[in-house]
């Protein structure tokens, strides 16, 4: 970027053109949006969810509700401490599992 100097000014004092100038050098550039990438299952809210009537409790609602990670979550699942999935949601590559809250209610 160039700077134009109109005036020399005295000691101490500055001109609006400066001043303006001054002001675009120590401006912070504008963040340009991030593209997200798919990681790891965050925990979800609970809060509205009933074990008496089968709901449909994804991954982070597992994660809440045990209190572990994705990873532990997915040890306990190779393992045979928590039950297969009742399902898939979409198709593709990565279906996301879900399982019921009947299901899990058991081993609680």
């Known amino acids: 970027m160039v700077v134009k100097v109109l005036k020399k ?47 449909r409790l994804r991954v982070g609602h597992l994660l809440t509700i045990f209190q572990i990670s994705a990873p532990q979550l997915y040890k306990m699942l190779a393992n045979g401490k928590i039950p297969p999935p009742a399902g898939y949601y979409g198709e593709g590559i990565r279906p996301t599992p879900y399982w019921l809250s009947t299901d899990i209610a058991k081993i609680i």
């Open 9 to 55: 000014a005295g000691a101490g004092t500055a001109t609006a053109a400066t001043e303006a100038t001054a002001a675009e050098t120590t401006a912070k550039p504008v963040a340009k949006a991030e593209n997200k990438k798919p990681g790891q299952a965050r925990r979800l809210p609970i809060n509205d969810v009933c074990f008496d009537k089968p709901q």
